[in-house]
Structures are given as structure tokens and as C-alpha cells.
């Protein structure tokens, strides 16, 4: 079912939705970013139309409502463990193809990987609706394209939105919402549409052709001098899903405390550092190929797609402007004209 | 604070509480904890061991029956110095088991041939066990076990019981021995086996990795086929349930399609 509003009725209808949703979506927070004077680029709460930047790419992704930065897992006193309580909240995401598309990778590791579900973000992702953002033009460091992530399925939206000068017209397919979006606007014809070319082209390496030399290759060590294992990278990326759990004992009370897990990343130090000190990738080098590598490679070897989506955020926080986009294409380049 | 107990929903992250029957001291830092358990393990597995308030670790199984099951840790850090402290009566906090461990039907009537380095004997130790109490399951058995010195033998009381009934080779790498046995990496020890029906054999490979890799060529310099050579991978099996990250190797989660490979599937394979 298509439908259009003036901005003034999409207002009430998102006003209609902040009743029984928590309502997220980029913002523009001025002056907020990492250096002075830039604007900062994020998700937040939002109840109406002019508080979300529509116009802009968010630095950090959505990822963060559904696996949070930091989750408290369970509280214990003394041996007795308490699992951390649900939210009540129910939640809308506006957010574009790549990104509702990193969903369904983290979808793959969180729900299908392994012999179990993990239940924390099963109990979160269960309360989304995700309303997709229209995007035909991309940003300068986009190549979803090429990730075969610049469309979604109908299927996998609640609400798709085209936001235009005057108002906004959407197709809705959630019976949950039909209603709300009925009373609000008239009833339109909408076909959703979703960029074709990005201003970035990546070409995918043949997996066939990854021979052991690709492993070694001086391509590598390049990346050892520049990149200082920050891991903006990790922490930018809409389908990085590797974490650490840890435990605090409060300091009131030593016998009580809780485990919470927290983001990690593949660039960072201790990765894989086991008991005793040994680590696997010392090398800064080898972490940007342990990475691409699991992007592009590993896990659509286990999945049916590749985990990258294209959306380009890590070639936006790098500080050492290190490009993903280019270290693909260079390792498609050496793969194709062989080592 | 809201404290909600839905111990009924299914969450792999709670552990549950285990209490220690026994401790035997192997070394000066490595102690083994014998554990109350009816987890039902297959050789070679692992455990997510806790206390809470001080994190979690991936620790193998180093023996187990029905009724309990054996933890070899070493002292090393902020969880295990506080296990150290435990004692008979306490608890410890366990989920599991993880991994997929050892299938003795692949071993079942060949010549079995393990050679474990250090703490890589841990894992290996409940199929030796078994072995050693089915021996006519096997054509063949040998251990082949190397320790850094004297003071990191691990396992002394089982190792005596075990020569009584099939050869194991002690080696050490520094220069004091073990009861005046041979010295020497133990890469250089299975250089001078003799190998007599290749075809029929199985060689089980555990240890630190360069033990592990080096070990590894001396069986293919014996004509040992990788298909014939199995491995136990020790990475940081952080949650054990495929979802942290932490153990990744290339498309593995070692964690749950490991910790036991062949060889011949994963020789390619990078960190």
C-alpha cells in the first residue's frame, strides 16, 4: 500500500507512532563530532520530521539499538546469576538499504551461527520495525552496488520512504501499521526505487583464484605502516559484530557485580590474545587482511552473501585514510593479474 | 536496581554452579580441579570456566566419568589466580560443553600415535584414558608427550599408570630431565619413529603452535598423509557459542567447528 503526506501529516503520524515506538534515526548534532567545529552524524530518539538529517550519511550505524555498545548480560550475587531485564520499548529504525541489509548479516551471526540463538539480541532485534530511507544518489565513499546491498525486498521493511521537498510518499506492508499510516494520508501508487551506480565501483575477487601467496602479499605490510589499529573501523561498520565480555564487581558490594560484553575489534590489541599473551595477528597489516578477508571471503563462505555492504563508513573515520573500496580493488587487481 | 530471574528463558550465556570434589597439584602453577558434572562430553571438549566478578575462560576437559570431570589450569591471570585460591567444597561456575571434540571412530583399529606438547596433553588426556582402558580397540597406541623441563611435567601419577600397559615417550626440551629420560624437542623424537603400516595409522597433534607446526612436518617427513594427521586448535574460544568473534580462522569458528580438525581440511588455512 503506497501513501503520501504533507510534512505536517507525516509529523502526526510520527507523533501517532512515538505513542507505542521509540523513533530513531540520524540527527545532526552541531558541533558534536570528534574535532571542534564539525557537525556529528548519529542515531537518536526523534518525534518529528525536522529533527532527522536525511541529507547526510550517519558516522555510526543503527547497529547500536539492537547489539549495544556495551550490554549488560546478567547480574550476579555471589553465585547467583539474575539475567539483565528486557526493555519494554519497541522501536522504528529509519535507515538506508545497506543498512537495514547489515541487519541481515548481523541477523546470520547473532541467530544462525553456531548451535544456539543469542538470546540478547534475539530479544531486541524481535522489537524493530524498520523504516527504509530512500536512496538514489549514495555519498562520495558508497559502493553498495558492487555489495549487491543497494535494494532491499519488500519483505524486509516495514515502511520504505521517498523524503521529498514538499512531504513524503512510502509503501507500508506491516498490517501493524497499516492504520495509523491510513488515517494520516491518501492512498497512492508508490514503487520504491534504489541507486544503480555508485560514484565507487568495487570488483569482488573470484574466490577460486585465492591462492596462499594473496596471504603474504606485500599489500599487506603496506597496511602495517599506516594503519594504527584505532578500531574506528570496526566500531563504524554496520555489520562488525565481534565482542568481549567482561565482568565488575561493584565496589559497595564485592559480592555482587555483573557480565556485560562490549564491542571488540578485529584491528584492536587483544583480539586474540589467549591466556599467557600469545597473539595470532601482531601485525597491523594482517588485521586489515584478517578483516577483508572475513568481509569479502569468510563469511559468505558460511552465508549466502558477503558481510560487507558497502556502505563506506570505515573509508569515513579512518584517520589515516585508509580505503576499503581501494584495498579491495587492489586485491582483486593482484589476484587477477596473479602474484 | 531491577533484578529479574528468567532463568526459565534459554540463555547459553548463564553458567551453572559446579562444586569441586578434589585438587591435585601437577605443578608448581598448574592444578588440576576435579568437578562435580553431568555433562555429557565426548574427548577433547571444552568449558567456559568463571567465577563471577573475575570473566570467563575457554578451559579443555582433561578426564572425565558420569559423575565429575577434570580442569587442568594454569595460574596466569586474574581468573585462574582466583581459582588457584579455591578449595575442595567450592564451586566454580561452568557452561558447556563446546566444541566437537575427538571421534575415537576414526582412531578404531588403527595404530594411534598422539603427540601432545605441554598443556596440549589436557585435551588429549581423556582419550588417552580411554584408549588405555580399550586398548584392544587399537592396533597400536603410543604417546608422545614433551614438556618444557622437569617442573612443567603435568599428569606424573597418570603417565606411570599408563607405561604399564603402552609406550609413552617423555622428552624435554631444556636440559634437566625426567627420570632420566631422554632429552630434546620432541620433533626430533618422532623423526626416529618407526612407522611400520603408514596406511593404517592416525596421528594426533596438540600442543603450542610451533610444537604443533613443526611436529606436524616431521610426520609428513615419516609419509604420514594429512588426512591422517589430526589437530586440537587453541584460539581464544571467548563465548564458545560462534558468535564473539575471537576464534575466528578464516571461515572456522573454532569454537564450533573445531576445537578438532583434519589436518588435510584446514592446512591452508591463516590466522
Known sequence: ?339 | MALTAEKSLKNPYLSQKAEILEIFQETEIEYTFRLESDFELNFGQFLEVSIPGYGEAPISVSNFTDQWLELTIRKVGKLTDKIHDLETGDFLYLRGPYGNGFDFENYRGKNLIIAAGGTGLAPVRSLIEYANNNLDQLSDFEVLAGFKDAGSLLFERDIKRWRQNFDVLLTVDKTCDIWGECVGLITEHIAELHLEDISNTEVIVVGPPPMMKYSIIEFQKLGVPDNQIWVSYERKMHCGLGKCGHCKIEDNYVCIDGPVYNYADVKEIRD
Open chain 1, 1 to 339: 500500500m503506497g501513501f503520501n503526506f504533507s510534512k505536517n501529516e507525516f509529523n502526526q503520524l510520527l507523533e501517532s507512532l512515538d505513542q507505542e515506538y521509540q523513533i530513531y534515526a540520524p540527527v545532526r548534532k552541531k558541533n558534536k563530532d570528534s574535532f571542534s567545529a564539525n557537525d556529528l552524524i548519529t542515531y537518536d530518539l526523534v518525534k518529528s520530521l525536522e529533527e532527522m538529517e536525511l541529507t547526510a550519511k550517519s558516522k555510526y550505524s543503527a547497529k547500536e539499538i539492537v547489539f549495544p555498545i556495551r550490554e549488560t548480560l546478567f547480574h550476579f550475587v555471589e553465585g547467583e546469576q539474575f539475567m539483565a531485564s528486557d526493555t519494554e520499548n519497541k522501536y522504528i529504525i529509519f535507515l538506508r538499504p545497506c543498512d537495514r541489509n547489515a541487519f541481515k548479516r548481523l541477523d546470520k551471526i547473532f541467530l544462525e551461527n553456531g548451535p544456539e540463538e543469542d538470546i540478547y539480541y534475539k530479544r531486541l532485534r524481535e522489537k524493530v520495525k524498520f523504516f527504509v530511507i530512500e536512496c538514489t544518489a549514495g555519498f562520495d565513499s558508497c559502493f553498495c552496488v558492487s555489495m549487491d546491498s543497494n535494494t532491499v525486498e519488500s519483505r524486509d521493511y516495514s515502511a520504505f520512504l521517498r523524503f521529498e521537498e514538499d512531504g513524503v510518499s512510502c509503501e507500508v506492508n506491516d498490517q501493524d501499521l497499516a492504520a495509523e499510516f491510513e488515517a494520516q494520508a491518501e492512498e497512492i501508487d508508490f514503487e520504491p526505487e534504489f541507486i544503480r551506480k555508485n560514484k565507487i565501483e568495487v570488483n569482488l575477487p573470484d574466490r577460486d583464484k585465492l591462492t596462499n601467496e594473496v596471504f603474504e602479499h606485500q599489500l599487506w605490510t603496506e597496511y602495517s605502516q599506516r594503519c594504527i589499529a584505532c578500531g574506528r573501523c570496526n566500531t563504524s561498520c554496520p555489520t562488525c559484530s565481534c565482542f568481549t565480555v567482561k565482568d565488575v564487581l561493584y565496589d559497595e558490594n564485592k559480592k555482587s557485580g555483573e557480565r556485560f560484553r562490549r564491542w571488540a575489534g578485529c584491528h584492536i590489541d587483544g583480539f586474540t590474545e589467549m591466556a599467557g599473551g600469545h597473539n595470532f595477528r601482531e601485525e597491523y597489516g594482517d588485521r586489515m587482511r584478517y578483516k577483508t578477508m572475513h568481509k569479502i571471503y569468510d563469511f559468505g563462505e558460511r552465508f549466502d552473501f558477503d558481510m560487507c555492504v558497502g556502505c563506506g563508513r570505515c573509508d569515513d573515520v579512518c584517520p589515516e585514510y585508509i580505503s576499503f573500496s581501494k584495498c579491495i580493488n587492489k586485491l582483486s587487481t593482484i589476484i587477477e593479474e596473479g602474484v
